[in-house]
C-alpha cells in the first residue's frame, strides 16, 4: 500500500504563487506515474498534472499549461506541483496521486487510471 500526504495548499492572492508537495509512505514511487487532480466545490474532480517516473515529458490541463509546473524527486518519494500565476478559478482542493503503471497523455488525465490517492490540500485564490 502507498500512502499519500499532500501539503502546501493555503489562501494566496491572484497572481501569487504556492509549491504542493506530495509525499510518498509504504513503498518507493519511482517507477510510478504521478498526478494532481483538483476539485472545486460543486464540480467534478479534473486532471490538473501528471509525469512519469523519470520526471520527463510533463503534461498538463490547458488551464494551467504555462502556469503550473510538475516535479519529482525520486530519492525523496516526493512529487511538486509549483503553481504561479494564480487566478480565483485556481481555488480547488488539490489531490495527489499515483498509478503504478505508465501512463501516456490520454490515460493519465484519467483518475479512474491512478490506484492511490491521498487526502487533498486546499488552495484558495482570492481576487
Known amino acids: 500500500q502507498v500512502q499519500l500526504v499532500e501539503s502546501g495548499g493555503g489562501l494566496v492572492q491572484a497572481g501569487g504563487s504556492l509549491r504542493l508537495s506530495c509525499v510518498a509512505s509504504g513503498h518507493t514511487i519511482s517507477r510510478y506515474t504521478m498526478g494532481w487532480f483538483r476539485q472545486a466545490p460543486g464540480k467534478e474532480r479534473e486532471f490538473v498534472a501528471a509525469i512519469i517516473w523519470s520526471g520527463e515529458y510533463p503534461y498538463y490541463a490547458d488551464s494551467v499549461k504555462g502556469r503550473f509546473t510538475i516535479s519529482r524527486d525520486n530519492a525523496k518519494n516526493t512529487v511538486y506541483l509549483q503553481m504561479n500565476s494564480l487566478k480565483p478559478e485556481d481555488t480547488a482542493a488539490y489531490y495527489c496521486?499515483?498509478?503504478?503503471?505508465?501512463?501516456?497523455?490520454?490515460?493519465?488525465?484519467?483518475?479512474?487510471?491512478?490506484?492511490?490517492w491521498g487526502q487533498g490540500t486546499q488552495v484558495t485564490v482570492s481576487s
Open positions: 496521486a499515483a498509478a503504478v503503471r505508465p501512463l501516456g497523455a490520454v490515460q493519465g488525465t484519467r483518475g479512474s487510471e491512478y490506484n492511490y
